[in-house]
């Protein structure tokens, strides 16, 4: 049924007048769909943070010069490196997807004299320019421009 | 430490805002291509030699969209990898476990900076 | 007359007189088929065991009193239909409270964080009566009375998982109505609750898992408040770096 995680959640500073007994949680409560479905949008951090040093390692070789950018892309061609860039892409679709979906909702009703569109109008404008940025990127670093 | 990262939350909240926008925004296009397109011969070589990748990444457009792709990414990925060990209980910690978190993604933001700036 | 169905209700007792620990007690009854789950425990209450305690009120969801754990997830109980349920229905006090009985419980942490965030109208200085009434337009209005719908019911505390992990978070509801007054035109008191927003049990604590609006009974979306808050705080706290602060708004 329930359990105790945190003994001290919601505990007022004010002595209680009766022993209470600790708050519990429901057995269900991070293992629920939806709760690990936010779990691993959390977890999503540790792919973030590993890319971000992946591409840093990219940009120092692309200093170093073509001996060390030639070792990079042959690198990029070992199996273990292609399952972490696809769970990456993955993982930023994910991410994307649920955060496109809440970002609209977290803008105030107005800053100053600023009002924010309406939320579908958002929500359609992120994923357009999502698809136009990574159209952009494909292009220009797939080859096709300049 | 908790005080400081308090009197810091705000700091890091754009930060992580802005990775997670920006970043989540850019990361698809460069996995595409350099993470799985050319790895698996689906885009010529000559469009990642290095020549071309360089030009393209010493160009003032190309430095920031660079630095991008490494700074953005490290700031979610702190944030909810922070996040993540309060979901686990880590309440206690979450000083120590903040203060390395957004300490390693400062690190990769500065050497970031100095990767992009050395193209 | 429709009919009677038999269901067993698993419901967790504790008396800090004699109990170390909660523990459960199983009731069967027959229950009517339009029954809520509010419906039920009071018949046991009633008819069963006088002994069982538990909150209610209104029975139409505005009181906020009969929040619990059904079968795992928060509900208002006098909005809940037994028809949702199998032949086992499992009822907790609410998750993350202490209990103080049975189905009871402590809410003073929740009471201690609300008055913290100020939930009133604060104006630097009020208007004289001859100067009449504070008006405000239907548009001005519609910018903060989603927010205001809250019955602080708190099954948002329930279902909040920074909640269940750090006692000092402001939380779900006490966010959502103090960024309610932060919204109203006729408030001037948002500087001083960004400061509270942004001091210990942060709003930034908040990791906008949304689980506060998917529980919501009122369809308040504190997620939703929460987050634009967070927007706001920054927005105020850079301003308080730049501008030297005064009084009032």
Not at chain 3, 93 to 114: Q, S, T, W, Y
Not at chain 3, 233 to 242: E, F, K, M, Q, T
Request: aromatic share 8%.
């Amino acid at each position: 049924m329930s359990r105790t995680w945190n003994p001290h959640a919601m505990q007022p500073h004010a002595a209680a007048r009766t022993r209470s007994a600790p708050p519990g949680i429901p057995d269900r409560f991070w293992s629920f769909p939806r709760m690990r479905r936010y779990l691993l949008f959390d977890a999503t951090g540790l792919v973030y943070l590993l890319i971000g040093f992946v591409i840093l390692r990219a940009a120092w070789a692309l200093g170093d010069g073509p001996e060390a950018w030639g070792r990079v892309l042959h690198d990029y061609r070992n199996p273990l490196y292609l399952l972490f860039h696809a769970i990456t892409l993955v993982s930023v679709i994910f991410v994307g997807v649920r955060f496109f979906r809440l970002f609209p909702k977290a803008q105030p009703p107005r800053i100053g004299p600023a009002t924010p569109p309406p939320r579908p109008v958002i929500h359609a404008l992120l994923y357009a320019v999502w698809g136009a940025v990574t159209l952009g990127l494909l292009l220009v670093l797939g080859g096709v421009i300049p | 430490m908790k005080t400081l990262l308090l009197r810091l939350e705000p700091v890091v909240w754009l930060l992580f805002g802005m990775g997670i926008m920006l970043g989540t925004i850019l990361l698809p296009g460069w996995l595409l291509v350099m993470g799985l397109g050319a790895p698996l011969g689906l885009v010529p070589e000559s469009a990642v030699a290095f020549d071309r990748v360089h030009a393209l990444a010493a160009n003032p457009l190309g430095r920031l969209v660079l630095l991008g792709l490494i700074a953005l990414p490290l700031w979610k990925g702190a944030h909810h990898l922070r996040s993540l060990s309060v979901d686990g209980g880590g309440h206690e910690r979450d000083g120590l476990v903040g203060g390395v978190l957004y300490a390693l993604a400062l690190l990769g933001s500065v050497l970031g900076v100095v990767a992009v700036a050395r193209l | 007359m429709s009919q009677l169905r038999k269901k067993t209700f698993v419901i967790t007792r504790f008396d800090p007189d004699k109990d170390q620990v909660p523990k459960t007690q199983s009731y069967e009854i027959e229950c009517r088929p339009d029954w809520k789950v509010l419906d039920a425990i009071n018949f046991i209450k009633d008819e069963v065991d006088p002994t069982l305690s538990h909150r209610w009120s209104c029975r139409m969801a505005v009181c906020g009193s009969c929040g619990m754990n059904v079968n795992g997830e928060p509900r208002l109980t006098c909005k809940t239909s037994l028809a949702e349920y199998g032949d086992v229905v499992e009822i907790e006090p609410l998750a993350n409270f202490p209990v103080v009985r049975d189905l009871v419980v402590d809410i003073d942490g929740f009471m201690e964080k609300f008055e913290s965030v100020k939930p009133w109208i604060i104006r630097a200085k009020e208007k004289a009566p001859e100067e009449g009434t504070c008006r405000q337009s239907p548009e001005e209005l519609e910018a903060f009375r989603q927010f205001s719908m809250c019955i602080n019911c708190m099954l948002c505390y329930a279902a909040c998982p920074v909640v269940a992990n750090s006692p000092e978070f402001l939380g779900p509801a006490a966010i959502a109505l103090g960024h309610r007054y932060n919204l109203d035109s006729r408030d001037e008191g948002a500087a001083e609750r960004n400061e509270r927003f942004r001091g210990e049990g942060t709003i930034f604590e908040c990791s906008y898992a949304n689980e506060c609006s998917e529980v919501c009974p009122k369809n308040v979306d504190p997620a939703a408040a929460i987050n634009q808050a967070k927007l706001l705080a920054v927005l105020d706290w850079a301003r308080g770096l730049v501008l030297p602060r005064k009084g009032g708004k």
